[in-house]
Every structure is written in structure tokens, then in C-alpha cells.
């Protein structure tokens, strides 16, 4: 397994931007597929946005052309910069490789838009 570790959640209002941090050990980063996944209260858990290990993006449709996601295989982290955020996009943020493996899920980091 990896451990991973996400940061950078906070309560932002509509229309606001955050940064989400992925930090990876234990791995040979740089070989994995990875994405970022949401679960919003009641709803399952999705797939927002994945990166594979060469770099190219796909996103879900409701996140296209506001999120964009990136990686810094170095420094073993994954971002995923979020703008024009809307009320919708409040839920638990995970990192994990894609396709998921059980295992790998942390504690994520709590997005919260509200005004």
C-alpha cells in the first residue's frame, strides 16, 4: 500500500478557490495513476479528476474547466487547484491511486462552500 496524506480543505465562499495537497510515501510515486475523489453527505463516493503517471489530466464533467489537477512526482505529491467553487462542490476530498485501492483511503480533508 501507500500512505497518503491530503491537506488544504477549508470553508471558502462561492465563487472562491482552494489548493488541495496529496503528499504520498511509502510508494514508488511516480509510477501510479492517481485521482481525486469526493463524498458529499449521503452520496457515494466519486471520482473528481485523475492524473497518470506521464501527466495527462481527465476530469469529471461537473468539475471540467474549474478544477485543474497537476502532480510534482519529486516532491511525491498530487494537487488539485479548485476555482469558481460552488455550494455542490462541498464534501470530504481523497487522494488515492485510480483505479482506488481499499486500503489507501485516509482521513481526506473537509471542503465546506457556503456563504
Known amino acids: 500500500q501507500v500512505q497518503l496524506v491530503e491537506s488544504g480543505g477549508g470553508l471558502v465562499q462561492p465563487g472562491g478557490s482552494l489548493r488541495l495537497s496529496c503528499a504520498a510515501s511509502?510508494?514508488?510515486?511516480?509510477?501510479?495513476?492517481m485521482g481525486w475523489y469526493r463524498q458529499a453527505p449521503g452520496k457515494q463516493r466519486e471520482l473528481v479528476a485523475a492524473?497518470?503517471?506521464?501527466?495527462?489530466?481527465n476530469y469529471a464533467d461537473s468539475v471540467k474547466g474549474r478544477f485543474t489537477i497537476s502532480r510534482d512526482n519529486a516532491k511525491n505529491t498530487m494537487y488539485l487547484q479548485m476555482n469558481s467553487l460552488k455550494p455542490e462542490d462541498t464534501a470530504v476530498y481523497y487522494c488515492?491511486?485510480?483505479?482506488?485501492?481499499?486500503?489507501?483511503w485516509g482521513q481526506g480533508t473537509q471542503v465546506t462552500v457556503s456563504s
Open positions: 492524473i497518470t503517471s506521464g501527466g495527462k489530466p
Open positions: 511509502g510508494s514508488i510515486f511516480s509510477i501510479y495513476t
Open positions: 488515492n491511486t485510480n483505479p482506488p485501492y481499499t486500503r489507501n
